[in-house]
């Protein structure tokens, strides 16, 4: 088979909580609004002080803790993200030196934006079947706060901050997780690099992403299963991309899934790109509601275009 399985989980949010409220005070917008149009009650923000660096440390160390797992037995460390705290070098380094993983594990950020933790997920299984420790430590960590212009009621009121971490092992015995991932390049979503001089704010066609959305997401999600050979019956529980309630109910409502099996966090996190399925996990797992031998079928989707899709078990 050549798979993982999900030993365990962490996650870290800022302190700073920011309500529809607090932004309906710095642009023409409203708490109506925003949760009727996209479920989102508050989300997080980093406080100065606070910083992209740090939420990884602090969700890897959990997520190790919890797995029993030292940072001297990991032989892959990968930080899906788009917004570290400097281009070079990598989150991944630093957090390789600050937790202390042997000089051989393979380690580097990967940006597939809110796709990112599925497509580091899949990267970790093919690169842990040659790696000579088989643990792997998995992160999905975003500071959008940082690119987010406060002007803009189309985007700023969308994303949060936050990071979520998964500690895996790779078994020949362990399940595929039978990933999904594909990409249509397009503007759509833009974040503009540093080098162009002004500052770099996230600009989004958001009808444009949410039809995007709404074809490729239930599309993946069969794709995945048809992979694997099983069907919604089979999975536990469907971890979405956190971006829009009104896209996860369009899924649920095509694909017939039981919505008790589609409950996320996306009211208190609003949208925290490559963090957003770590972070739902993360929560499904502390809550009791994603339990061990459980399967969670992970669907990401957002800038790129990107979308991924993966299996994940349970130890
Ligand atoms: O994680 C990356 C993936 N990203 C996504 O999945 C985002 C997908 N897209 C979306 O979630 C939605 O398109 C948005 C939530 C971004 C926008 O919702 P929408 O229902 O598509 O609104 P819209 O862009 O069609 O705008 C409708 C109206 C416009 O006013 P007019 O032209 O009808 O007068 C907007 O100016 O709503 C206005 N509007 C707002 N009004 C109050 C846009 N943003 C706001 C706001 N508050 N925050």
Known sequence: MNGLKLLATGSALPSQVVTNDDLARMVDTSDEWITSRTGISARRRCAPGESHTGLCLAAARQALERAGVGPEEIGVCLVATLTADQLSPATACTLQQELGMGEDTVCFDLNAACSGFVYALH??????????????????????????????????????????AAVVEWREEYPSLHAVLGCRGSQAIHVPGVAVGAPSHVRMEGQAVFRFAAETVPACIVQVLDKAGLGTQDVDRFVFHQANQRIIDLAVR????????????????????????????DELVRTGALGP???????????????????????
Do not use: H, M
Request: hydrophobic share 40%; with cysteine.
């Open 123 to 164: 990267t970790a299984q093919c690169l842990l079947a040659a790696a000579p420790r088989k643990y792997g430590l998995i992160l999905g960590a975003e500071v959008l706060s940082r690119f987010l212009d406060y002007t803009d009621r189309s985007t700023c009121i969308l994303f949060g901050d936050g990071a979520g």
């Open 254 to 281: 095509k694909l017939k899934l039981p919505p008790e099996k589609c409950t996320g966090n996306i009211a208190s996190t609003g949208n925290t790109s490559a963090a957003s399925v770590p972070l739902l996990l």
């Open 293 to 315: 031998g459980q399967r969670a079928l992970c669907v990401g989707f957002g800038a790129g275009l990107t979308w991924g899709g993966a299996l994940l078990q349970l130890r």
